[in-house]
């Protein structure tokens, strides 16, 4: 369970949440973090939260798809005694973000106000500098360029981070999964479940899941051997290939292989190997019912005792307490 909100509440308080929305928000990341709060207001049957639109300067936000969200306060009215403010922005966020904003979103961190970035609502509180120190994420096409532009704030790529008292996905559904975790956490994992029920999903996904980031994307600018040589290892999970017969496909020594999975990726290609076929263990082990030994058999580890020493190294779990979280 990744670092939850630490503010003392009772189990019957009603939080107060915000909803700033700046022009070109998604509306589909924006109800992601929105409707799970209101389906446990309806399933508790009972106010949990209180939820507040805001906009820049009030009235009316235009989003990306250019239907617009109405009744809205303008941010300058913000209520001081928030619990929680999202932010719902465009992703990637103008160049330009006003002043008056970015100041209170200073001042809310400050005063301990919840803060949930929702799209490039991270880059915002980040431009505020209430991520500096913390873990955060964001859509995955924004990495490089939040990494340049934000060397204080822990990146990562996973689905989504909760860090204490700051939220980020990647956007769209993700702001789902997110705010589930978040409800779990404050009204226990029944409640949670009721709403991905009411939502016909199959399950919550975890934080540390990764983004499904395009493999060409997560290799950038590599050299084409190395991405056909990543393309091998995915497409042939089950009966790995060894270094030799890789580079044997790809028509160079395997010592030029080595090198340019050392140079680009920091890993021999082994090890880069390994990892991809853990990951999908993982996804197996958290989405089907197939038993261990078959899921062992599948990522192409040679008996059940190999595979569950594997991945108790790379988890610190093994495949049966990753079942049992």
């Known amino acids: 369970m990744p670092d939850t909100p630490t503010a003392n509440f009772s189990m019957s308080a009603i ?46 936000t235009p989003s990306l798809a ?12 913000v209520a001081a005694e928030l619990d ?15 002043d008056a904003i970015v100041h209170r979103l200073r001042v809310l961190g400050r005063n301990g106000v919840t803060l949930v970035g929702v799209g ?4 915002l509180l980040a431009r505020a500098g209430v991520l500096d120190g913390y873990r955060a994420t964001l859509p ?18 996973q689905l989504f981070e909760i860090d204490r008292d700051r939220l980020t996905c990647g956007g769209g559904t ?18 949670a479940e009721s709403v991905s029920e009411h939502f016909v999903l199959e399950r919550i996904r975890m934080a540390d899941e ?18 056909d040589a990543v393309m091998l290892m995915e497409a042939n999970i089950e009966e790995p290939l060894t270094t030799h017969e890789l580079a044997e496909h790809l028509g160079i020594s395997r010592r030029q292989l080595e090198r340019l999975f050392k140079k680009y990726l ?6 880069y190997y390994l990892d991809l076929r853990l990951q999908e263990a993982r996804r197996l082990l958290r989405d089907s019912d197939l038993p261990a030994g078959e899921i062992a058999m599948k990522t192409g580890f040679s008996s059940p005792a190999h595979f569950s020493t594997a991945y108790r190294n790379h988890f610190g779990v093994t495949p049966r307490e990753e079942r049992l979280h």
């Open 140 to 157: 995955w096409q924004r990495f490089a360029a939040f990494t340049r532009d934000f060397p204080r704030v822990r990146l990562s790529q």
């Open 120 to 123: 490039g609502g991270t880059e």
């Open 210 to 227: 990764p983004q499904q980031v395009p493999l060409r994307a997560r290799l950038g600018h590599a050299p084409a051997p190395l991405v």
């Open 84 to 98: 929680m403010l999202v932010v719902c922005a465009p992703a990637p966020l103008s160049a330009h973000a006003d």
């Open 66 to 77: 250019e239907l617009s969200l109405a009744a809205a306060k303008p941010f300058s009215d």
């Open 266 to 271: 920091q890993a021999v290609p082994g090890r």
């Open 174 to 191: 993700a702001a789902m999964d997110m705010m589930m975790t978040l409800i779990a956490s404050h009204h226990g994992s029944e409640l």
């Open 15 to 60: 939080r107060r949440v915000g909803v700033l929305s700046l022009p070109g928000f998604s509306l589909l990341a924006q109800a992601c973090a929105l409707e799970p709060l209101i389906m446990a207001n309806q399933l508790a049957g009972r106010r949990l939260y209180r939820v507040q639109a805001y906009s820049s300067g009030g009235g009316e």
